[in-house]
């Protein structure tokens, strides 16, 4: 591994995870456990050794840990530690800044990548209003999201309690959802989408899902220094 030899905390961090790949593994991992197929299949353009290379210097460095299932499953997942996962503000801060870009890349956008940028676009002032346990079933896999008062928790896993609402549909169609490319009720009417739970808890995991991807770009400010009459 190459190192800055610099004792700046950024510097270190960048020992760590500024790879190629490194934080994307990360990213990838926020919403639990993945098996190294689950991993590769989300990571479109990576090939597997190195995949295989950046989970050995995360697994190295003490950000990410192996995890083998007990028989007869014999997997082995990988999963972040507890200091892995405290990079979840600062990978969600990146994605809102990164959101600002000028360009675009015209690849899809990964589950993972698109519940992580719901839990970034979420308004903390409306988690009273919008609170509740809501399940997503995408593409056979269950997602487990709760609202409340003081924060938002997205894992890749079935709800500890009986959901408030339920959605389950496919990635592009949530995707398209989400972009406003279609409406819900388009989506429903389409048999692409479907959702359960009482009305009221119903709208509110809509309006939850609705939240923007990316914040709107912010316009260039030009600052011009009025020149001192004195410096004349």
């Known amino acids: ?42 990571l479109p353009g990576i090939s597997p050794n190195v995949l295989t290379q950046r989970l050995r210097d995360l697994t190295e460095h003490g950000v990410v840990q192996r995890r083998d299932l007990p028989p007869p499953t014999r997997v082995r997942l990988y999963e972040l530690t507890e200091w892995g996962r405290a990079l979840e503000p600062s990978l969600l801060h990146l994605g809102r800044w990164g959101g600002q870009a ?9 589950i993972d990548s698109l519940l992580l940028s719901i839990k970034a676009g979420f308004d903390p002032t409306r988690a009273t209003e919008l609170g509740g346990v ?50 819900v009720a388009e989506a429903m009417d389409s048999g692409s989408l479907d959702l359960g739970g009482r009305e009221h808890a119903k709208r509110r995991l809509i309006d939850f899902l609705l939240v923007p991807l990316t914040p709107p770009p912010q316009p260039a400010v030009m600052r011009c220094q009025q020149q001192d009459p004195s410096d004349r």
Not at 102 to 110: A, C, I, V
Not at 141 to 154: K, L, N, P, R
């Open 1 to 42: 591994m190459r190192s800055y030899g610099d004792p700046c905390g950024v510097a270190r961090a960048l020992d760590v995870i500024g790879e190629r790949w490194s934080l994307l593994v990360v990213r990838d991992l926020l919403l639990g456990p993945k098996r190294f197929n689950e991993l590769h299949a989300g």
């Open 102 to 110: 000028s360009t675009t890349p015209d690849g899809p956008l990964g």
């Open 134 to 183: 809501y399940e997503l079933h995408i593409d056979g896999d269950t997602y487990h999201a709760e609202v409340t008062a003081d924060s938002v928790q997205i894992s890749r896993a079935t709800a500890p309690q009986p959901p408030d609402a339920t959605v389950t549909t496919d990635l592009e169609t949530l995707r398209a959802v989400c972009r406003r490319q279609i409406t």
